[in-house]
């Protein structure tokens, strides 16, 4: 069964960071571009960030662009997304997909307030 779990969601304040985890499994995940999106409520599932397969090539999201480092460890099955300087707009849940198996993960919510 294709699953992804996404974790490291938490209260933080302005100004802070975040470390989010997305691990896979039940595919070839090295084989597999993945990407990052968020939802605030009443708008619409947003690209925040995605990878490639080997990690070398990456793209941000011109709004958050600066803020963000998305990397994958293929040997864990992993991609993360490391937040800094979060702002209260950046409130959402945010989401990994695997892009080309139209999967997505449960998500996990981040909220930036003091």
Known sequence: QVQLVESGG???QPGGSLRLSC???GFAFSSYLMSWYRQAPGNERELV?????SG?????ADSMKGRLTISRDNAKNTVYLQM???KPED???????????GVWGQGTL?????
């Open 10 to 12: 938490d209260l933080v």
């Open 23 to 25: 691990i896979a499994s």
């Open 91 to 101: 409130t959402a849940v945010y989401y990994c997909k695997a892009d080309s198996l």
């Open 49 to 53: 960030a995605r990878i490639g397969r």
């Open 110 to 114: 981040v909220t930036v307030s003091s």
């Open 56 to 60: 070398s090539t990456t793209n941000y």
């Open 84 to 86: 800094n300087s979060l």
